[in-house]
């Protein structure tokens, strides 16, 4: 599920030109009545006339006296709005609007760095780097600023054969730099994955040749001699030198997948399109062949993009095999295929329901392969060979009480006979005391560890870089504070030795990308402060050096002191006592509007966002001016973001109590602090809503229904999961295990009750039809029963062919401007008067 830090038809035009049209009719409307007074009564003395227009007068001023009473301080003010407030009166600063984030005055830049592989061992790390620059893809080296080489320049080329021009869609480096893909003719099929024609360049003749048509996975071999790729299902080895091609499978089809992710594998566990490991040495392929055959479809209709019609007559129906709870997933087996022998071995799993989460090389004849039960209770660690020999079970991990949350963490660690290590071992992240932390499995035929890291702080997205030579573990962790992110390392031979390498001593957020050998590195800082990428030599680990900064983001910095930006505040709320008489301590923060003045009373609106799926993290120090600011600004609004108990990074206590039960300890938390806000003097409590995409769309109506317009009086969601039968059965199993033995649970964590979610003043839904991954039947479901309600109160909005991040023709600006457009009016008191439920 997408975890979207920003992201139906009108029912009615935009406010400003509403109130336009409005001031127009009820003009018409006075004029048309004078004009009839004066016709019907033209022949009568004036003092008639006169007395009926002073009667009337007084009939509309003693009206205007009674709604301004300030009996209801509530009444539509029907004022105009306007959400592109260029300037602040006060200081002249621009204000954040639309028009300056689309403009990217703001938007900080983050060049792009690939690392090459630079030899087996690594042993001589020159830091070579390949790079896209304007139009050009380059190598450069961080060692020499003057050194580069070319790769490709050019957005288009031309297909001399067929003297026709194709786009660059993607440009893909073999390891060694003598060659490269160009994918074009790009057609998307799901979130990683496209079907698309490649041609392939020979880098030093300059030489280029259409290679493939059609096909939907490719990657190079280590060495640089072979591509693997997939057409129809089915795999396929193309040897570049000899411009010979293997077919490996020949049971591709409609149900079966041979080395490509089908999409549930895609979205939810490898997150990529491929499901194929190269062996170190390219002389093995180990792949996953996914058999659908079970799985129920989804269909989709698409009615805007069809190939080759710009207005077709039926739209074009897809269909993809979708597994929900308690209906089959695919069944996976692991093979292997080998280059030399033409043979495949085949390793099936225990139970066919298993997933296969991770496959790493330890070596060349040897992989581990990570198996979890549908459920994530528990994940077995095999150890298999190339030949089909071996199967051992190297460990179990159980957690029966949160769940094992599917990582790509494994790090392989080369034995070292110098230090006296005779073994190949792995790095890993397990839960260590109810925090994900580093250890080191130095022996495959032992579950025994040793523990690298330790404490109330959580390791972050695994190893980050392994020095093979130095024994350097490298990583980014909360150890400072759990909404920041610092780089450390700590050494195999010195284990719980931490090592800061980033400021601790001061905010920060951080990320890192290391070069093969792990000398160099390029590190990211991405807030709270204006972000900067440099590029770090650690040869010596505690006497890094700063080589050059690579991006600097001048234009962010230029443009900053022209702004008002309303401040980022970062505190913890206390909401109360749980069930064990405990403090539940939430991080938030809150955006305060320009010109904030807290001695006003029943003044300020509040605009609550929330995503809090399970593990997710939406309050942290990354420096961003978006959607948040702009509602601060343009709405005069204080913005509001919290971090419910289920997110991470706070261990396990705080993350697993969700577990078999997504939403209801969320919404009580988010409830809770809507209520402290609400009791502030400075906030009109009758001008509160509560925003979300995704699983935050989920928590917005699920709030809306726990709260039924008790504290929180407007909602927007966009792309909600409404019923979590109706999601894919990989993602909610985890969350809440099996749909049969926790019925109970998957109803009420469901909506149902629409009389208490109408009681909400109003309700926004916006979806996109083309949504694979949410799918719109959440949205159809909800809008039936709001039908049945017969509820009034309830705008929806949708978009043709787009998917889940609803981009397709722009939507996406037009789902951000209708956010702060019904916002407005929400906050404006322009649904006031409308019927509620």
């Known amino acids: 599920m997408t975890n979207n830090n920003e992201q139906g038809t009108y029912s009615s035009i935009p406010n400003s030109e509403l109130e336009a049209n409005n001031n127009m009719i009820s003009d018409s409307l006075n004029t048309s009545f004078v004009d009839n007074v004066l016709y019907q009564f033209s022949r009568l003395k004036y003092v008639c006339l006169y007395s009926i227009i002073i009667i009337y007068g007084l009939i509309i001023l003693f009206t205007l006296i009674g709604n301004f009473s300030g009996k209801d301080k509530h009444i539509p003010s029907k004022k105009i709005l306007d959400f592109n407030k260029s300037i602040n009166p006060v200081n002249g600063l621009k204000k954040v609007s639309f028009e300056s984030v689309r403009a990217n005055d703001l938007t900080p830049s983050y060049k792009p760095l690939q690392w090459l592989t630079e030899g087996k061992d690594d042993s001589e790390d020159k830091g070579l780097y390949s790079t896209l620059i304007g139009n050009k893809y380059m190598i450069k080296s961080v060692l020499d600023e003057k050194y580069e080489q070319l790769l490709f320049e050019g957005k288009t080329f031309m297909d001399d054969d067929l003297k026709t021009e194709h786009k660059v869609d993607s440009f893909i480096s073999s390891p060694d730099l003598k060659f490269a893909l160009i994918r074009t003719e790009s057609k998307r099929l799901w979130r990683h994955s496209f079907i698309a024609d490649y041609y392939i360049l020979n880098v030093e003749t300059k030489k280029l040749s259409k290679l493939f048509s059609s096909v939907t996975m490719v990657s190079f071999s280590p060495d640089s001699t072979k591509i693997a790729y997939v057409l129809e299902n089915d795999l396929y080895i193309y040897d570049i030198l000899n411009e010979k091609t293997t077919r490996v499978t020949e049971t591709g089809s409609k149900n079966i997948f041979n080395g490509k992710a089908d999409w549930v594998y895609e979205e939810e566990i490898l997150e990529s399109d491929s499901a194929l490991w190269w062996s170190p040495d390219s002389k093995f392929v180990t792949f996953l062949e996914t058999d659908e055959t079970e799985v129920p479809e989804y269909s989709i209709n698409y009615y805007i993009e069809k190939e080759g019609q710009d207005y077709p007559a039926y739209p074009e129906l897809r269909t993809i095999k979708y597994p929900k709870p308690s209906y089959p997933n695919p069944i996976v087996n692991i093979k292997v295929f080998s280059l030399e022998t033409k043979n495949t071995v085949t390793y099936k799993l225990d139970e066919p329901s298993q997933l296969v989460n991770e496959i790493v090389y330890l070596g060349d004849a040897k992989f581990i392969a990570k198996v979890t039960d549908r459920i994530a209770t528990y994940m077995k660690v ?43 071992g792995y790095l890993d992240v397990i839960p260590v005391n109810g925090f994900n932390h580093l250890v080191y499995y ?15 702080w959580e390791v972050v997205d695994g190893v980050t870089s392994f020095d093979q030579q130095k024994r350097i573990v490298w990583f980014i962790s909360t150890q400072k504070s759990s909404i920041e992110r610092h780089l450390y390392y700590v050494s195999l031979d010195e284990p719980l030795k931490i090592h800061e390498v980033t400021d601790t001593s001061k905010d920060g957020y951080y990320r890192a990308s290391f070069s093969s050998g792990s000398r160099f590195a390029l590190l990211t800082y991405m807030g709270p402060d204006v972000p900067y990428q440099k590029v770090i030599d650690f040869q010596e680990p505690k006497e890094a050096k700063t080589l050059y900064v690579l991006e600097d983001n001048k234009k962010v910095r230029d443009n900053l002191p022209l702004y008002d930006v309303p401040v980022k505040k970062f505190q913890k709320i206390n909401i109360g006592a749980d069930e064990n008489g405990e403090d539940i301590i939430l991080n938030s923060f809150e955006i305060l509007p320009n010109n904030f003045n807290p001695n006003l009373k029943n003044h300020y609106p509040v605009f609550f966002f929330g995503y809090n799926g399970p593990n997710s993290q939406q309050v942290n120090k990354v420096f961003s001016v978006g959607l948040n600011q702009v509602i601060a600004s343009q709405l005069d609004a204080i913005f509001v973001c919290v971090d419910t108990r289920g997110t991470g990074f706070l261990g396990k206590k705080h993350r697993s109590l969700v577990r078999g039960k997504l939403g209801q300890y969320e919404s009580s938390d988010f409830i809770k602090v809507a209520k402290i806000y609400s009791e502030k003097e400075y906030v009109d409590s009758e001008k509160t809503l509560m925003y979300g995409w995704s699983y935050g769309g989920f928590m917005s109506l699920y709030t809306a229904e726990q709260d039924a317009g008790e504290t929180i009086k407007y909602h927007i969601s966009v792309a909600p999961v409404t019923n979590w039968l109706l999601y894919d059965s990989v993602y909610t199993e985890r969350y809440m295990g099996d749909a049969e033995e926790n019925a109970f649970n998957y109803f009420k964590s469901s909506l149902q009750n629409m009389n208490r979610i109408f009681k909400a003043q109003r309700v926004l839904l916006m979806h996109g039809l083309g949504d694979d991954n949410v799918h719109f039947q959440n949205s159809a479901h909800f809008i039936d029963k709001a039908i049945q309600a017969k509820a009034k109160n309830f705008d929806t909005k949708v978009f043709p062919d787009s998917d889940h991040s609803i981009s397709y023709h722009g939507a996406y600006n037009i789902v951000m401007d209708e956010i702060i457009s019904w916002a407005g009016q929400a906050f404006n008191g322009d649904f006031k008067d409308r019927w509620t439920y």
């Not at 020999?389 to 190297?394: G, H």
């Not at 790509?408 to 110098?418: A, F, I, L, R, S």
């Not at 130095?442 to 109330?456: A, M, R, W, Y």
């Open 382 to 424: 095999f150890v298999m060979d190339v030949f089909g020999n071996e199967k051992s079970l190297q460990r179990k991990q159980f957690d029966e009480d949160e769940w094992i949350e599917l990582t790509h963490y494994t790090t392989y660690v080369k034995p070292n006979p110098e230090k006296g290590i005779k073994t190949d």
């Open 442 to 456: 130095p022996d495959l035929e032992s579950k025994e560890f040793i523990q690298l890291t330790d404490g109330e």
